[in-house]
């Protein structure tokens, strides 16, 4: 069974301070992807990778920067965390063979005060 | 660019009622399309795909059917339940790259 996982699965932080949000999969799987879910918006792709030390840019990549150290993990970074980011954050990963569906971990609440 | 749109914000039904979710899409070629439903407190699941025009997808009861002329991957069900209340993402998958574009969701509720 495909397995990915996120930390923290929850976060309080500061506005203005820096957020790490990690994912890590176990599905030696190829391709990554951050969103970000938002009431009413559905998904939206932040950063994905395809190989490891190589991160692109999603739909709303301003303000989150991604790293992709291993094939394992895959972290969504924001360095100077704003109101606007409180949202909930998905990690999925996927096999790079055609129309392979995405596997999605559990999401990350984070709320900026 | 491509685009899924998803019609419903919410759809409310009764158990054992007929579920219809209307999904269109926007993209040159055939895309894949799938369906993933979310439930409360947890990430998206693949419910299943279609990738050739007529092709139908399965899983769980629910279906849907490859429409290229209208564009259209509708999802149905013949009979929810409770448990089915989820929400659902129609979805799509263009051939030249590995992204896939989400709708914005659909909240089915089923009362009992």
């Known amino acids: 069974e495909a397995a990915v996982t996120q930390s923290p699965r929850s976060k309080v932080a500061v506005t203005g301070g820096k957020v790490t949000l990690s994912c890590h999969q176990t599905n030696n799987h190829d391709y990554m992807y951050w969103y970000r879910q938002d009431t009413g918006h559905g998904l939206r792709l932040i950063h994905y990778?395809?190989?490891?030390?190589?991160?692109e840019k999603g739909d709303i990549p301003d303000g989150y920067k991604a790293s992709r150290p291993s094939q394992e993990n895959f972290s969504l970074i924001l360095e100077l965390a704003s109101l606007s980011q409180t949202a909930v954050y998905f990690c999925?990963?996927?096999?790079?063979?055609?129309?392979?569906?995405?596997?999605f971990g559990p999401g990350t609440r984070l709320t900026v005060l | 660019g491509d685009s899924v749109t998803q019609t419903e914000g919410q759809v409310a039904l009764s158990e054992e009622d007929f579920l219809t979710i209307h999904c269109n899409y926007s993209a040159s070629g055939y895309p894949a399309l799938f369906w993933y439903v979310q439930y409360p407190g947890e990430g998206p699941q693949f419910l299943f795909r279609?990738?050739?025009?007529?092709e139908k997808g399965s899983s769980r009861g629910f279906e849907a059917t490859y429409n290229k002329e209208a564009t259209s991957f509708h999802l149905q069900k013949a009979s929810v339940q409770e448990s089915d209340s989820a929400v659902y993402y129609c979805?799509?998958?263009?051939?030249?790259?590995?992204?896939?574009?989400f709708g914005d969701g659909t909240q089915l509720v089923v009362k009992p």
């Open positions: 279609a990738s050739r025009d007529k």
């Open positions: 990778s395809y190989v490891a030390d190589s991160t």
């Open positions: 979805a799509l998958r263009a051939n030249n790259n590995n992204r896939i574009f």
């Open positions: 999925a990963s996927s096999d790079r063979q055609g129309y392979a569906e995405q596997f």
